[in-house]
Antibody, heavy 123, light 107 residues
Framework: EVQVVESGGGLVEPGRSLRVSCTASGFTFDDYAMSWFRQAPGKGLEWIGFIRSKTYGGTAEYAASVRGRFSISKDDSKRIAYLQMNSLKTEDTAMYYC??????????????WGQGTLVTVSS | DIQMTQSPSSLSASVGDRVTITCRTSQGISRYLNWYQQKPGKAPKLLIYGVSSLQSGVPSRFSGSGSGTDFTLTISSLQPEDFATYYCQQTSNTPWTFGQGTNVEIK
């Protein structure tokens, strides 16, 4: 059974950093890109970024709202994708979701979603 | 960025009704259009990808159609478990963008 499980969310002060993780099982992790999305309380869905599989260079793309502050990485040996969030702002408060995507990342669908991890940025 | 205009933003319907949700994009996106269902407190779930392909395990009462800049999600006979919020998403270009959502409520 395909599963992705996020962890590492919590309360963090503005300007600080936080790393959330996404642990995958039930599929060949190396073969897939992984994406991150978020949803602020009571709002719609926002794409944050994705990281391609190594077959396609393992490169990442990001939304403008997080580019330069957030970075995505993928440890195929551990089957974990990471979202490193730096210089956090109060507007980054949201539920953060990890998804499995097609290997190239671009033009792909998010076919499996985790349950999400809540990040609250507040002093 | 590609803008996604989803309509209606909400609708009330009865069990058994046929429901149609539309999504218009600000430019052509080929067939890179997906639909997701989200229930309160839960993660989104992929229903339809590539405009009209049904994700494995999704009931056949869900269907997608469209081309160019105009797309439609249809639920042929609404069931109690279908009351949820539905989002369209384009993956033609980054940044990937979503419609604002359609909340389907019980009439």
């Amino acid at each position: 059974e395909v599963q992705v499980v996020e962890s590492g969310g919590g309360l963090v002060e503005p300007g600080r950093s936080l790393r959330v993780s996404c642990t995958a099982s039930g599929f060949t992790f190396d073969d897939y890109a992984m994406s991150w999305f978020r949803q602020a309380p009571g709002k719609g869905l926002e794409w944050i970024g994705f990281i391609r599989s190594k077959t396609y260079g393992g490169t990442a793309e990001y939304a403008a709202s997080v580019r330069g502050r957030f970075s995505i990485s993928k440890d195929d040996s551990k089957r974990i994708a990471y979202l490193q969030m730096n210089s956090l702002k109060t507007e980054d408060t949201a539920m953060y979701y990890c998804t499995r995507n097609g290997p190239y990342g671009g033009n792909s669908r998010a076919d499996y979603w985790g349950q999400g991890t809540l990040v609250t940025v507040s002093s | 960025d590609i803008q996604m205009t989803q309509s209606p933003s909400s609708l009330s319907a009865s069990v058994g009704d046929r429901v149609t949700i539309t999504c218009r994009t600000s430019q052509g996106i080929s067939r890179y259009l997906n639909w997701y269902q989200q229930k309160p407190g839960k993660a989104p779930k992929l229903l339809i990808y590539g405009v009209s392909s049904l994700q494995s395990g999704v009931p056949s009462r869900f269907s997608g159609s469209g081309s160019g800049t105009d797309f439609t999600l249809t639920i042929s006979s609404l069931q109690p478990e279908d009351f949820a919020t539905y989002y369209c998403q384009q993956t033609s270009n980054t940044p990937w963008t979503f419609g604002q959502g359609t909340n389907v409520e019980i009439k």
